[in-house]
């Protein structure tokens, strides 16, 4: 008497997770982004390296030290990085199955969503962190270079920031990727927040307003520069602007800026992903 068929096997949620996961870092080498960010990259290295040993500027090289060497090279760049990894491989991540219809065949199959949304976000997230390391090995060598055997822990602490600022801007990138069913719209709203609207609403709410804007992802990213200052800049500054009014700035402390980071990961995470389980394929 033949045996009844077992049925298959059930693939687990986090079998589908490293499934995507690996598809989609494989993809970005395939569709070449990830050579043309790494190119970026490159050429940032690149101009930063022939303008200081050209122009040998005080404070970076001879009168300077590595701490602000690294200020100026790393301190000045990784958060620029950042923002363009995010944009090159999370930017298009949810929007793209919606705008190339790719979802259609990927979303039916037996998978949950959350498994897709996560693996997509690691996927972004490896290939992004392996462009932020390619970017601080180049600064960190042409920091030895200079300064042999003055390697400071404050580097170390603001690569460990650019990190957490990293995992906080995907989180960021991703909500708008599944709020928006076009890639450019999508790319085109977080950059533009992280390079721009943040930094402008920032200094007019500190310098006239006189508030603390707790509520911004790049205020908290300036831990990541001010790591690099000895000592750390105060964390409020006011400069007399007339008899009645003074002008204030704000550096995040180092817990704060870190709490804001955390909660910007945690919070945009969810809610990218409840955009993308409620959104539907539509003709």
């Known amino acids: 008497m033949a045996r009844p068929a077992h049925p298959r096997a059930r693939v687990s949620t986090l079998a589908h997770i ?7 870092f494989l993809n970005y080498f395939r569709a070449r982004r990830f050579y043309v960010m790494l190119a970026i990259v490159a050429l940032i290295s690149g101009l930063f390296t022939f303008l200081v040993a050209y122009y040998q500027p005080p404070g970076l090289v001879g009168a300077g030290d590595a701490l602000s060497f690294y200020k100026g090279g790393w301190g000045n760049f990784a958060t620029f990085v950042v923002v363009l990894s995010t944009a090159f491989f999370g930017g298009d ?29 690691l996927a972004a997230m490896a290939a992004s962190s392996i462009i932020l390391a390619v970017f601080a090995l180049i600064m960190i060598a042409n920091g030895l270079y200079y300064y042999p055997g003055d390697f400071p822990s404050e580097l170390l602490q603001s690569i460990a920031f650019a990190w957490v600022y990293l995992a906080a801007a995907l989180s960021l990138m991703f909500t708008f990727s599944s709020l928006f069913k076009s890639t450019s719209v999508s790319i085109l709203m977080g950059v533009i927040l992280l ?3 943040f930094n402008f609403v920032d200094l007019i709410i500190s310098s006239v307003a006189g508030y603390e804007p707790v509520y911004s992802i790049t205020y908290a990213a300036g831990i990541i520069p001010n790591v690099l200052t000895v000592p750390f800049p105060a964390h409020v500054t006011s400069i007399p602007a007339g008899a009645r009014f003074e002008l204030k700035s704000f550096n995040a402390t180092i817990p ?22 409620r959104k539907e394929f539509s003709a």
């Open 93 to 121: 991540a949810i929007s793209g199955e919606f705008q190339n219809r790719t979802g259609y065949f990927l979303v039916p199959n037996p998978i949950r969503r959350s498994a897709i949304y996560v693996g997509k976000w």
């Open 195 to 197: 390079l721009f609207v």
């Open 18 to 24: 490293g499934i995507i996961t690996k598809y989609n």
């Open 256 to 277: 704060e800026g870190l709490a804001i980071l955390g909660i910007y990961f945690v919070v945009m995470a969810v809610v990218g992903l409840w955009l993308f389980q």
